[in-house]
C-alpha cells in the first residue's frame, strides 16, 4: 500500500513575553507567578517543549519555503520547574512538500521547527515530533512507525510513515521538539554614568 511520508526537522528560534504586573500587590498565602525574563533564566539544552500548529499544513496544499506559525503549547519545564510559561509565539518552515502521485505514491510532509520568541531573543528549536492525533507524544511508544534520518549535525530529522494519500495537518495539532543549544538570559549591561563637566 502507497504511504505518505512525513518527516519534521530540528531548527533554530526564540521570542517575546511579558512579566506579569509587577505593581500588583501578593495575597497573603498565595504565591507570586514566576517572572519569566530575569536575567537568571537559564534553559539547558535538549530541554522538551511542547508546540502547536496554529495554521493547517499539508502535502497537498503548502509550498516549500513556506513559514508558519507556532505557539508554545505548556510550560517549558526542568526537573519539575516550571522555566518560562506557555504562550510563546514562535515560528517554522515548510522544507518539502509533495501532493500524492496519480500512480499511487503517497503525499510528502517535511517541517522544519525553527524557534521561539523568548523574552526579546530567538529560541532555537530541533527535532521536532508531530503527534498523529493531536495530542503530545511524550511517553507514547507507538504511535508511527518511525526511523531516523543521518543529517549532518546540528540538523535532527525524525520521518513519519503515514499510510494513505495525502499528508494533513489540521491547526492546533501539537508537536514535540528540543532546545537546541542552552539559552541563558544575560544580565542587562550597565550603562556609564556621563562624565561631569568642568564649570568655566
Request: glycine share 10%; proline share 10%.
Amino acid at each position: 500500500m502507497a504511504s505518505a511520508a512525513l518527516v519534521c526537522g530540528f531548527l533554530p528560534g526564540c521570542a517575546l513575553a511579558q512579566d506579569a504586573a509587577a505593581s500588583a500587590p501578593q495575597r497573603a498565602g498565595v504565591a507570586q507567578a514566576p517572572q519569566p525574563c530575569v536575567p537568571s533564566l537559564v534553559i539547558p539544552a535538549f530541554t522538551p517543549v511542547t508546540v502547536e500548529l496554529l495554521e493547517p499544513l499539508g502535502s497537498k496544499t503548502s509550498t516549500p519555503g513556506a513559514t508558519f506559525a507556532l505557539r508554545l503549547a505548556a510550560p517549558i519545564m526542568a526537573d519539575g520547574v516550571e522555566l518560562f510559561p506557555a504562550g510563546a509565539s514562535g515560528g517554522g518552515e515548510v522544507i518539502h512538500a509533495k501532493k500524492a502521485g496519480g500512480s499511487g505514491a503517497g503525499g510528502e510532509l517535511v517541517l522544519a521547527a525553527r524557534f521561539l520568541e523568548v523574552c526579546g531573543r530567538r529560541l532555537r528549536l530541533r527535532s521536532m515530533h508531530v503527534s498523529p492525533n493531536g495530542k503530545s507524544r511524550t511517553g507514547t511508544v507507538h504511535t508511527l512507525n518511525t526511523a531516523s534520518a543521518a543529517v549532518a549535525p546540528p540538523i535532527a530529522l525524525i520521518c513519519f510513515m503515514i499510510k494513505g494519500g495525502e499528508v494533513n495537518l489540521p491547526q492546533g495539532r501539537l508537536a514535540e521538539a528540543k532546545t537546541a543549544e542552552i539559552f541563558t538570559l544575560a544580565p542587562p549591561a550597565s550603562v556609564p554614568a556621563p562624565a561631569a563637566q568642568s564649570v568655566q
